[in-house]
């Protein structure tokens, strides 16, 4: 069974980084996958900000994300990472992973999904 544990949420200074981690279990990295990160803000819909695939060797960003986020995985662990830097108030959401074989902007792509992780940016 895939699951999906996100986890380094927190409240934070706006200009602050954080580090969010997605552990994944049920499979592994040498495998054909695709991680991706989204995020909901309170009163908004879901949207995607980042994803890493493994098959193409490539990550994507959201045009929003401003240079600011960067995906990372680290196969030794299982562990998909999302550093966002210089962080803001309209940051503020939680944040999910999810997983497939191929990167989507669409949260529905995704077969395996987590329960996601809060980030609160304070002014």
């Known amino acids: 069974e895939v699951q999906l544990v996100e986890s380094g949420g927190g409240l934070v200074q706006a200009g602050g980084s954080l580090r969010l981690s997605c552990a994944a279990s049920?499979?592994?990295?040498?495998?054909?996958?695709?991680i991706g990160w989204f995020r909901q803000a309170p009163g908004k819909g879901r949207e995607g900000v980042a994803c890493?695939?493994?098959?193409?060797?490539?990550?994507y960003y959201a045009d929003d994300v401003g240079g600011r986020f960067t995906i990372s995985s680290d196969s030794a662990t299982n562990t998909v990472y999302l550093q966002i830097n210089r962080l803001k108030p309209e940051d503020t959401a939680v944040y999910y992973c999810a997983a497939d074989s191929s990167c989507s902007s669409s949260w529905y792509w995704y077969d395996y999904r987590g329960q996601g992780t809060q980030v609160t940016v304070s002014s």
């Open positions: 049920g499979f592994t990295f040498d495998e054909d996958y695709a």
């Open positions: 890493i695939s493994s098959r193409h060797g490539s990550a």
